[in-house]
T-cell receptor, first 116, second 111 residues
Framework: AQKVTQAQTEISVVEKEDVTLDCVYETRDTTYYLFWYKQPPSGELVFLIRRNSFDEQNEISGRYSWNFQKSTSSFNFTITASQVVDSAVYFCARLYSGGGADGLTFGKGTHLIIQP | AAGVIQSPRHLIKEKRETATLKCYPIPRHDTVYWYQQGPGQDPQFLISFYEKMQSDKGSIPDRFSAQQFSDYHSELNMSSLELGDSALYFC??????????FGPGTRLTVL
């Protein structure tokens, strides 16, 4: 199976600090999609972003930004000026675009703790 | 905006019993997925349906089955429950190959 690796199990920072969550993926495919999901303590999975393998343009959405680099098979996520409400488990995931309704392969997740 | 609906939200069963989880996708979404998330684990893909036909299968035990009905809702049937089946079960829906939107999950506890 082609893995998604989130090497950081847990990160703890003080509010207002910037923090980057790393994601490295394996792929033998030319067409694939990458995602980030947030899982707050309440347990739901919240969609944050989707990128396809042909679009390496970085994206910014408010305090969130994503850096996609095919050369290093990485799709990192940065939160600028972190807030306590950002505390959650963040999952990186990939989807092989095989033409069917393929399931997501998730990384193990990074538990982000923002301390006030 | 309408979200994915899952019922029940919590379920407690005894070992060897059966359970049925229901999922109502976002209107006009043609694809439904089921995932299992054990405590402290990442979600594991179980099975998916596209236009009411089974599309992809992940690590779904033989004791589990699922189907998608004509109104696009889906049910996950779990038989001969084991302690290890205790987990959060998510349903997600999407348009094919687009972002998957997850329901709130059903927390299953097997005693």
């Amino acid at each position: 199976a082609q893995k998604v690796t989130q090497a950081q199990t847990e990160i703890s920072v003080v509010e207002k600090e910037d923090v980057t969550l790393d994601c490295v993926y394996e792929t033998r495919d030319t067409t694939y999609y990458l995602f980030w999901y947030k899982q707050p303590p309440s347990g739901e999975l919240v969609f944050l972003i989707r990128r396809n393998s042909f679009d390496e343009q970085n994206e910014i959405s408010g305090r969130y930004s994503w850096n996609f680099q095919k050369s290093t098979s990485s799709f990192n996520f940065t939160i600028t000026a972190s807030q306590v409400v950002d505390s959650a488990v963040y999952f990186c995931a990939r989807l092989y675009s095989g033409g069917g309704a393929d399931g997501l392969t998730f990384g193990k997740g990074t538990h982000l703790i923002i301390q006030p | 905006a309408a979200g994915v609906i899952q019922s029940p939200r919590h379920l407690i069963k005894e070992k060897r019993e059966t359970a049925t989880l229901k999922c109502y996708p976002i209107p006009r979404h043609d694809t439904v997925y089921w995932y299992q998330q054990g405590p402290g684990q990442d979600p594991q893909f179980l099975i998916s349906f596209y236009e009411k036909m089974q599309s992809d299968k992940g690590s779904i035990p033989d004791r589990f089955s699922a189907q998608q009905f004509s109104d696009y809702h889906s049910e996950l049937n779990m038989s001969s429950l084991e302690l290890g089946d205790s987990a959060l079960y998510f349903c997600a829906s999407s348009l094919l190959n687009n972002e998957q939107f997850f329901g709130p999950g059903t927390r299953l506890t097997v005693l």
